[in-house]
């Protein structure tokens, strides 16, 4: 039996492992093309946010909070980084490197001293 996976213990390549293993074994990964996981992603990300519609922001919180809805929620962001993740695996893109890059990006259309506090576009800060 394997290890349960715990965000404190589990790296991206385990998880990206075991989502490959997962579509290797059921023959999908025929299917998994680029164009066809952006789809499935983002009508994941589209379950997701069906969660929350016509909810105020402040709201948003106590509905995550709600036992009910809370693995409901959880089993739609799990859908969307799977599908994430399967994407990179399809793609061979390294999924780190790209959110350094990103995050790299974000630094510096984002400068700490003008965007702290704020949820401004970039180019109106």
């Given at each position: 039996?394997?290890?349960?996976?715990?965000?404190?213990?589990?790296?991206?390549a385990d998880?990206?492992?075991?989502?490959?293993?997962?579509?290797?074994?059921?023959?999908?990964?025929?299917?998994?093309?680029?164009?066809?996981?952006?789809?499935?992603?983002?009508?994941?990300?589209?379950?997701?946010?069906?969660?929350?519609?016509?909810?105020?922001?402040?709201?948003?919180?106590?509905?995550?909070?709600?036992?009910?809805?809370?693995?409901?929620?959880?089993?739609?962001?799990?859908?969307?980084?799977?599908?994430?993740?399967?994407?990179?695996?399809?793609?061979?893109?390294?999924?780190?490197?790209?959110?350094?890059?990103?995050?790299?990006?974000?630094?510096?259309?984002?400068?700490?001293?003008?965007?702290?506090?704020?949820?401004?576009?970039?180019?109106?800060?």
């Amino acid at each position: 039996m394997t290890k349960p996976m715990r965000d404190e213990h589990t790296t991206v390549a385990d998880l990206r492992e075991r989502v490959m293993a997962f579509a290797r074994e059921r023959d999908w990964v025929q299917f998994h093309s680029p164009k066809n996981l952006s789809m499935a992603l983002a009508a994941e990300a589209g379950e997701l946010m069906e969660h929350f519609l016509w909810s105020e922001s402040a709201a948003s919180q106590a509905v995550v909070a709600d036992p009910k809805k809370r693995q409901k929620i959880a089993d739609e962001i799990a859908d969307v980084v799977i599908y994430a993740l399967e994407f990179a695996n399809i793609s061979e893109l390294d999924l780190a490197a790209a959110i350094e890059a990103k995050l790299a990006q974000n630094a510096a259309k984002y400068p700490v001293e003008k965007a702290r506090g704020r949820a401004d576009k970039y180019t109106e800060l």
